[in-house]
């Protein structure tokens, strides 16, 4: 059975940066796509960032272009999220999962594996 842990979260100030991790295992990790979403307290998920399982294509919500960047390392079974210029509107929790086709890739349907999901609370 896979399995996702994400690691990275924490708290910064405002204009900070982090990187998350995510670490898979138990699967075939190089054939499956890698979704970044998010929730705050009160509101729906919501799509972050995403990366195709051979790392050379990248979507990114229009709301966190050039500041939240996904990547990955196949031999490590990792994806990761760089994130900077973190602002307070950007605390939540935040979730990776995998998927085998690159397609409906903002949509959290679809996604076969989800992680526990890391804190990332970014204070003014």
């Known amino acids: 059975q896979v399995q996702l842990v994400e690691s990275g979260g924490g708290v910064v100030q405002t204009g900070g940066s982090l990187r998350l991790s995510c670490v898979s295992s138990?699967?075939?990790?190089?054939?499956?796509?890698m979704g970044w979403f998010r929730q705050a307290p009160g509101k729906q998920r919501e799509f972050v960032a995403a990366i195709n399982k051979f790392g050379d294509i990248t979507e990114v919500a229009d709301s966190m272009k050039g500041r939240f960047t996904p990547s990955r390392d196949n031999a490590k079974n990792t994806g990761y999220l760089q994130m900077s210029g973190l602002k307070p509107e950007d605390t939540a929790i935040y979730s990776c999962a995998t998927k085998y086709f690159w397609i409906q890739i903002e949509s959290p349907l679809g996604y076969d594996f989800w992680g526990q999901g890391t804190q990332v609370t970014v204070s003014t």
């Open positions: 138990g699967g075939t990790f190089r054939d499956h796509a």
